[in-house]
């Protein structure tokens, strides 16, 4: 078995949200993780994420972008002051015919932690792993219901999607 510690440096986590009128992306600092290989299979790992982090890339206006980060990071979404990191486990994995891995774990967002499963690419080179995931997440799983049709009635144009997306770029090197 070889575990590949994850380099914060060269490895991100990028979110999109959506919403009836449109979308907004940003970017997540990893803060720690591995992910182990053996025999040229994934066999498990741990990313965890600094949610203090949580940056807003789609807003150019620094007083809305601002507003809009605090607003993320207070108890309508985040609770980033009771809750500093977010962590995904990787339980398992299987090699699908085209090379990728079909991943299954869990996710942990507000210590609430749910199953996920997603595909991932993996390349080793050497000493180095890079990897490629997209995982679609139901953020109402994890308590966070602000703007919701599912919990709040005539939102309108004011609907924010329960589904948001994460997407894993990992760079780790080989201890």
Known sequence: ??????????????WT??????????SIDVAEGYVEITDNQLTGGEIQIDMTSIAIT???D???SNEFLDHLLSTDFFA?????TAK????RASKTDNGKFKVDGALAIKDISHPVSFTATIDIFTDYL?????IVIDRTLYNI???????????GDKLIYDDFILQFKLIGQAL
Do not use: P, W
């Open 1 to 14: 078995m070889t575990q590949f510690k994850i380099q914060k440096s060269g490895s991100s986590v990028n």
């Open 17 to 26: 949200g959506k919403k009836v009128l449109g979308l907004h992306t940003g």
């Open 58 to 60: 789609d807003i150019e």
């Open 62 to 64: 620094k007083k809305t």
């Open 80 to 84: 980033v002051d009771q809750f500093k």
């Open 88 to 91: 995904l486990t990787i339980t």
């Open 130 to 134: 890079h990897s490629l995931c997209e």
């Open 145 to 155: 219901r602000y703007g919701s049709g599912k919990f709040i009635a005539n939102l």
